[in-house]
């Protein structure tokens, strides 16, 4: 031990300060969450009362199911528009450049200013509702945030915006690195576009679209400041639905919902590395 400490002081001692920063501000407070979760605070004691409490609230379980629909929609809605983005703009144009940036300017926006953007457009007062109305298609206007599957949407289109360009950049830098001559070879032997994009592209992209989608699959699980912002509490999420349990000093209710937004990632995750990506993603990243 000695041996190693004296050969690689320098290395550790570079690495130590982001070693404290993820033990300090992610490990440990995960710990605590968890063990606030199974602590009984009458009786500061192990016990289950909290999550047989959150189980037993329709509004809590309301939270998970629009956590788990928002965030597998919106998953498989920016993959596909950021996999076609991706594709347009690995091609050669004139104005690509500007067409980048316009891309990637949502990622220097604030997630809450995001969120007073989407406030106005889809605001009663918004945008969208006075497009509607000049077009004859509504007469009055449309409350698009006051719950329901619309708000939904909304919360679906706004965190699409947002996030894109993350997406975008990880799936381009896939297309980047598939070498050209895969693509001649695939010409030589009579392919069409469709059989190339789904027997070339789409295999050897395998990779990047497993590490964008579990990349983007923990933020969109964890989705917070734009339902807090758009929706408030008419439509709880299980992130919205932990901060209101503390911030009212229900630490206990807390931890455990926080939790329980762990373990949806966990199986997220597993669920999509045992039957969907089966390992090849990560084996063709190797």
Known sequence: MKKILKKYYFEIILVMPLTLYILGFTILPIFKSILMGFTDENTNTLSLINYKMLFNRPQFLSSISNTVFVAVVSLIFQLVIGLII?????QKFKGKGIVRALVLMPMGIPTLVSGVMALYIFGTSGYLNEILFRLGIIDVPVNWLLGGFKSLIVII????WKVLPTLVLLLLAGLEAIPNEVYEASVIDG??????FFKITLPLLKSSITMALLFRAVDAF????????????SIPFVATYTYEEYSIGNLGASGASSTVLLVLI??????YLKFIDKGDGFSASN
Do not use: S
């Open 157 to 160: 289109l706004a965190d699409t």
């Open 222 to 233: 964890r989705i917070f400041e734009l339902p807090q912002v758009l929706v408030g509490q």
């Open 266 to 271: 966990m199986v997220f995750t597993f669920l």
């Open 191 to 196: 392919a069409n576009p469709v059989q190339t």
């Open 86 to 90: 991706a594709l347009i703009l690995k």
